[in-house]
């Protein structure tokens, strides 16, 4: 596949307060919605490392060969990732299938000012993946029943410079894939693979098939 892993190369700093009050709120309110939702519990809803994201963030929205364009978080939960991107000065969109975690991502972008927005539906381009294509274990984490939220964005995968994701088990090969073969020439994919794993890549050219 031709992407390029890239060093990350940051050190972490102090936090910022306005980053320290978007992570104490998004923590007291990932609390109460998982207290609220036991009943209906989201599937694969765990926070990323939050500060570690927020300096890779801002180290990577200061590197003076990041490509222009919009950042957007798939599969972005309660929204904290886009909206610590947005801190950070990019033009960030947040994609999530549960409605309720839109709902909360927005009230939390909101009550804090922060210039995010969050689109409900589905990061996977409509017919870019069937059920038949996936590992088993992938199906319990990536929802292929909601319609594809870039309609409503108005954006494509191709049209944003950075992509943030953390892909579940099974899911990893799905989310390198969809970005190798959607996202623009020079884009630039952030994961997060838990336990302070952090991995950025770079799309050099689109795929052949």
Known sequence: MPLRRLPLEFEATAIP?????LLAEAQARTE???AEHLDRPVPGFFPSDFPLVYHALLWLSR???RIEGPFCEWGSGLGVVACLAALTGLR????????????AARRLSGDLAIPA???TGSFVPSGAVEPGDLPGDCLAWLDLSARSA????????GDFAVIYAYPWPGEERVVFDLFDDYACQG???????GAEDLRLHQKLARRSK
């Open 92 to 103: 960030a969109y947040g994609i999530e299938c549960d409605q309720r975690l839109v709902a």
């Open 187 to 193: 884009a630039l994919l952030l994961t997060f693979h």
């Open 32 to 34: 109460k919605f998982l």
């Open 117 to 119: 927005l969050f689109f």
């Open 63 to 65: 590197q003076p060969w």
């Open 17 to 21: 307060p306005e980053v320290a009050r």
């Open 150 to 157: 870039y309609g409503a964005l108005g954006l494509d995968p």
